[in-house]
């Protein structure tokens, strides 16, 4: 996919988005009578009790929380004291989840379409008759077409329970829309890189180096994380970032690699030329664990440092700076995988670059490399097994395979969308949407 970026253009865009910003507050307040929060006064909260509470749901870090309540109402959020991983400490999306409880809009109980489609007309309805409407319907859809007549989008903790129950029922046909935008590129990247798929576990902390490509901390809303970040740096690491704007991660750099947008995985690829060609290398870590590393030389041999520095359009003597001092500080060396990977068309690419160069620099489970966390099991739902008819994975439409190898899990959305309106290979009659919105998100 071509796309067309210059360093101008993408930061007029970016300025152009930013000043909307407070505009777009404006025109909500005036033409959608969306009321503002009041201010809440300082000093407010000196009647309350502390609760324990559980983890916020405003993103996937979950980080941990208490809550403070006035009567039986609940008045603020904040971190748990006891947490290791955020602490006392809670982002504006998290304090703002306690919106969540007492907006006005909030949906509190089921509510039925009698209108028609387009002209909607809400009617609250109970429990009982919710479900039992959605059983029936879906009940229809499987005696007349079988568990590949649904389709489940799904997103959110709780998106475990249903699930398990539509595997259960052999549905085939599942996706999980954030995670094809998000991380799902990062994680099939390293999986099929470096076998395991690393998250986010990089122990900035100790590292000696840490090089930021696709990856905005500071900026983003992953508190634990920005913390090690921060610890890094009071530790002494040296911070390279790469990134066209002057983000807050690159107010912190050592380096500020002003990179022309889209051109990251040239400036991955010569480095790790510019480390083969010197020498400098891992050369004992890559001789035990890496394969195919005569081809990854010769795949990068043409990324020259003049070559890259063009494409780029940043010094040379940058690309070589930064090289040497990976170089010099492996193998304790944060290479961040990145998180919300999909921008511009060649991602899996450019975090596959991000991953071999990690090899190269052999920073992977040692101080300040990225490492694999032991995780605590905590259990999981379990249906009793049943035989289908047909293999879920068989009925599966067939062109997933063979348009997306590399796919992350489930099918993608826009071949249920064709499948739903073309019929073809099989009708999809019942769509499943939980924790989502594809309409506005």
């Not at 040497?324 to 995988?337: C, F, Q, R, T």
């Not at 490492?371 to 599966?396: L, Q, T």
Request: aromatic letters at 8%.
């Amino acid at each position: 996919m071509a796309i067309n970026l210059t360093r101008r253009n993408f930061l007029k865009t970016a300025s152009i988005a930013a000043a909307g910003i407070p505009l777009s507050k404006v025109v909500a307040r005036a033409e959608t009578g969306i009321a503002k929060a009041p201010l809440i006064p300082p000093g407010s909260f000196k009647d309350t009790k502390t609760v324990t509470g559980g983890i916020c749901e405003m993103c996937f870090w979950r980080c941990q929380l208490v809550g403070k309540v006035r009567g039986d109402r609940l008045v603020k959020l904040e971190g748990n004291p006891k947490s290791i991983d955020n602490g006392q400490n809670l982002c504006a999306r998290g304090n703002s989840g306690i919106q969540l409880v007492y907006d006005p809009d909030r949906l509190k109980y089921p509510m039925k379409n009698v209108g028609r489609r387009g002209a909607p007309k809400w009617q609250k309805i109970s429990w009982d008759e919710a479900l039992n409407i959605c059983a029936d319907k879906l009940q229809a859809t499987i005696d007349k077409y079988g568990p590949k007549g649904i389709a489940v989008w799904y997103h959110g903790a709780s998106s475990h329970y249903p699930n398990a129950y539509f595997d259960y029922l052999g549905v085939p046909n599942k996706y999980e829309p954030a995670f094809y935008q998000c991380r799902g590129q990062t994680a099939m990247a390293m999986m099929q890189t470096l076998g395991f798929v690393p998250n986010e576990d990089v122990d900035m902390p100790n590292s000696k180096a840490m090089l930021l490509v696709g990856c905005h901390i500071g900026e983003n809303i992953h508190l634990s994380h920005v913390k090690n970040f921060l610890k890094g740096l009071e530790n002494g690491s040296k911070v390279v970032v790469v990134d066209p704007r002057f983000s807050a991660a690159a107010a912190k750099a050592h380096i500020w690699v002003k990179i022309k947008p889209g051109t990251d995985t040239a400036f991955l690829l010569g480095l790790m030329n510019y480390m083969f060609d010197k020498g400098i290398y891992n050369k004992t870590f890559a001789k035990k664990y890496c394969l195919g590393l005569n081809r990854l030389k010769k795949h990068v041999a043409e990324w020259t440092v003049e070559k890259t520095a063009a494409e780029c359009d940043i010094p040379a003597a940058q690309i070589v700076e930064v090289a040497e001092l990976l170089a010099k500080n492996a193998p304790n060396v944060s290479v961040h995988p990145g998180r919300h990977a999909a921008w511009y068309g060649n991602d899996f690419q450019r975090v596959r670059a991000n991953a071999c160069l990690t090899a190269l620099l052999g920073a992977m489970d040692c101080p300040g490399g990225i490492v694999r966390i032991k995780r605590m099991s905590s259990g999981h739902v379990h249906w009793p097994e049943v035989e289908h008819e047909e293999d879920p994975e068989e009925m599966a439409l067939a062109e997933v395979v063979e348009k997306y190898p590399f796919r992350p899990p489930g099918t993608p959305p826009e071949l249920m969308r064709d499948t739903m309106i073309s019929g073809k290979p099989y009708p999809i009659k019942s769509l499943i949407v939980w924790g989502t919105n594809s309409i506005k998100t």
